[in-house]
């Protein structure tokens, strides 16, 4: 069933369309808001947070709307009022993690062939520098490299103009890059 | 003509910079026709700046591939419960404010109706305790405040109850 009928039925009480929906966005939204926050038990709270607020907001939303931009607004608003209770400074422009520890997603199982040792040691580089940038950053790089959202979409989940959007993803890879070159210089990006 | 060959040179380089700042943006997608066209134009005659950009592809490249991380086994499951229950809560209320709406104006029209009655009966004992009916507004202001008092307590004893219910379960 498509997403528009999902949203339809959901509007109208039927709680099958939130399972529904909750299932189609599980992977996406919770990569999101794990972005965020960088803690998983912060993003399983924020998760079902944002579905408990979709679900009290859908009489309230508007169909013509995007709802993958609305869903996500809601995610990042939760995600922000969440950060600036418990952990403020996270939110500033300049804060930078120290930690370089590897991403459980990303450690080695078995030793694969070279190149995709090459690969996955570029990858996991990737991850970690861009889990050291500040919140800002991290979030407009996952939004359109992960998310796969157009600059129009980002805008409206940031809330944010289309010029606003575009200097702060130029920033947010200069900044990635800048990252990389410190921590791994010897790493040629061709 | 040094001077216009200096002018020249500057507003090369002014050019060369302006479009090392769009590369980034160039390699994610992100440029509009006119930005898009210039960058094209000037890649074709700047090796340096065309290596800049298949350096930026290749970190754009990288960012997509980051593998999604595994989302809690039980996550959705949850999720869908905690939605569930807090749809049940939300109906509960709702029948609540309908049914305490009801009562309320269910209340006032047996108060109405029960004004006239009470007179009729209580003609006989009231006047002994020296409340005459010919007092008439200030009897009905006090038999209906005391009828609501009776009326609110036993509601919030009710919704105290619940609530005690609502939370043991």
Not at chain 1, 18 to 47: G, M, N, S
Not at chain 2, 98 to 126: C, D, E, N, R, Y
Request: some cysteine.
């Amino acid at each position: 069933m498509g997403l528009e009928a999902e949203v339809a039925r959901l509007r109208r009480g039927d709680l099958d369309a939130l399972a529904e929906l909750v299932t189609r966005y599980q992977h996406r939204l919770y990569r999101y808001l794990l972005r965020i926050v960088r803690q998983p038990a912060e993003a399983e709270d924020l998760f079902q947070q944002t579905w408990l607020r979709v679900a009290g907001q859908i009489a309230r939303f508007d169909p013509r709307r995007n709802f993958e931009a609305w869903l996500f607004t809601l995610a990042r608003n939760l995600a922000i009022d969440h950060l600036r209770r418990v952990r403020p400074e996270s939110l500033e422009e300049h804060e930078e993690r120290h930690s370089w520890a590897t991403p459980a997603s990303l450690r080695a199982s078995e030793p694969p062939a070279l190149d995709v040792v090459i690969a996955r040691e570029r990858t996991q580089q990737l991850a970690e520098a861009m889990d050291a940038l500040p919140m800002m950053y991290r979030e407009v790089l996952a939004l359109r490299f992960e998310e796969e959202m157009k600059l129009e979409e980002i805008a409206e989940v940031l809330n944010a103009p289309l010029s606003t959007v575009k200097s702060r993803l130029r920033r947010a890879l200069e900044n990635l890059r800048t990252g990389l070159d410190t921590r791994f210089p010897k790493t040629e990006w061709q | 003509m040094t001077g216009k060959t200096n002018g020249k040179t500057n507003a090369k380089m002014t050019e060369h910079d302006d479009i090392r700042r769009l590369l980034s943006l160039a390699a994610a997608g992100a440029l509009d026709a006119t930005e898009d066209q210039r960058v094209s134009a000037h890649l074709r005659a700047c090796s340096a700046c065309a290596a800049e950009l298949a350096s930026w592809q290749a970190i754009e490249a990288g960012l997509r591939r980051i593998p999604t991380p595994q989302v809690p086994a039980d996550l959705v499951a949850r999720t869908i419960a905690r939605a569930q229950m807090r749809f049940a809560e939300e109906s509960d209320r709702r029948s609540e404010r309908k049914v305490l709406a009801l009562i309320t104006v269910f209340s006032w029209i047996l108060v109405a109706l029960s004004w006239p009655l009470a007179q009729l009966l209580g003609h006989g004992w009231l006047s002994l305790l020296g409340l005459g009916f010919e007092q008439g507004w200030k009897n009905f202001a006090v038999f209906t405040a005391l009828c609501w008092i009776a009326g609110a307590a036993a509601a919030i004893l009710l919704a105290m109850r619940r609530d005690r219910e609502r939370r043991i379960a």
